[in-house]
C-alpha cells in the first residue's frame, strides 16, 4: 500500500515536469524529504532547494511546499520564474473542505499566469499555474509514459485536472483552462 508522501512526491514533481516540454532549472520551496529528492532525479533537470522564494535566479518550474499564496510571495514567483513558459505548483485547500481559500488562491495566483488550474489527487488540492504549457493538452508522452513511478501515470495526469460538475461550476472564470 502507497503511503501518502509517495503519492504527494509523485503528483508534486512529475505533473510539472511532464507538462513543461524542457525544464533545465527546477526551484522546490519548502522542506522535502530524501523519497522527494530520489523522485524528482528522476528527471534531467537542475534542482535548487530553498527554505524561501527570495533566490536570485531564474528557473523553468517552481515546486512551492508552503501554506502562503499572497501577493508577495506571486511577487516573487514572477521575479524567479522565467517570463514566458514558467510553470508554478503549490498546494491549496481541497473546494470540500475551504472553497474560499482555493478560489482566493486561483485568482491571486491567475493575476500572473495565462493557465491555472486545480488539480487533485487524495486528498489533496494543488494548483498548477503555467504561461505557456496546458498540464492536460502538452504531457509529454515520452516522458509521463516511461516514469518509473508507483502512482503517477500519464492517464492520471490528465484525470486529476477533471473535478465533478459542481466544483467545475463553481470555478468557471476563476481557474483558467
Known sequence: MLDKNTIYNEMMIH??????????????VGSVDDDFKKEIAKHTATVTYSDELNIDDKFDIIIYNNDTIDDMTMA???????????????VSQRFQKDENRLIEDLKTIGKSFW???PY??????AILASKKYHPQADIILDRSDFIDAQYYNTELH????????????ALTGIAKR
Open 158 to 169: 490528465n484525470a486529476c485536472f477533471v473535478h465533478p460538475t459542481y466544483i467545475t461550476k
Open 115 to 117: 493557465i491555472a488550474m
Open 76 to 90: 516573487n514567483v514572477n521575479r524567479s520564474l522565467e517570463e514566458f513558459d514558467g510553470i508554478f505548483v503549490c
Open 15 to 28: 505533473i510539472p515536469l511532464c507538462t513543461h516540454i524542457e525544464a533545465k532549472k527546477v526551484l522546490v
Open 120 to 125: 487533485r489527487f487524495g486528498h489533496t488540492m
